[in-house]
């Protein structure tokens, strides 16, 4: 985030970082990288260490049911957070400039009283 506000600031730098991170992510994410485990085990196929075992159930379904409503919740707060991150940056990208000091200053207030 810190380097987005700057990027706002440094319309010069922009094109240059956008490359970089364009480069980074084709070395990094591409398919051959991301795949790498799953192609060593085709070449080298084997069951999961697991396979033939009991599967034991820790859990009855009325605990199961709570432990995945506290995850629900969870992931709701979460997802909603990310939505309101996600909307501050596209207002700092797509807002006029009194719009984004604005939203510049939701955020250090977000960031100061957490």
């Known amino acids: 985030s810190e380097k987005i ?9 922009v094109k240059r970082t956008g490359t970089k991170g364009k480069d980074f ?5 591409s398919f051959d990288i991301t795949t790498k485990a799953l192609q ?10 697991d396979k ?6 820790l859990l009855d379904k009325d605990e199961a049911a709570r432990n995945l409503d506290r995850i629900v919740a969870g ?13 501050e940056l596209e207002a700092i990208v797509k807002k006029t400039l009194i719009y984004r000091f604005y ?7 977000r960031k100061i009283f957490k």
Do not use: C
């Open 5 to 13: 506000i700057y990027l706002a600031s440094h319309k010069d730098e």
């Open 75 to 87: 992931q709701s707060h979460m997802i909603a957070e990310k939505d309101m991150r996600i909307k």
């Open 40 to 49: 060593n085990w085709v070449w080298s196929p084997s069951f999961a260490p």
């Open 103 to 109: 939203t510049y200053a939701r955020i250090a207030k």
């Open 52 to 57: 033939g075992k009991e599967i034991k159930v």
């Open 25 to 29: 992510g084709q070395r990094q994410f």
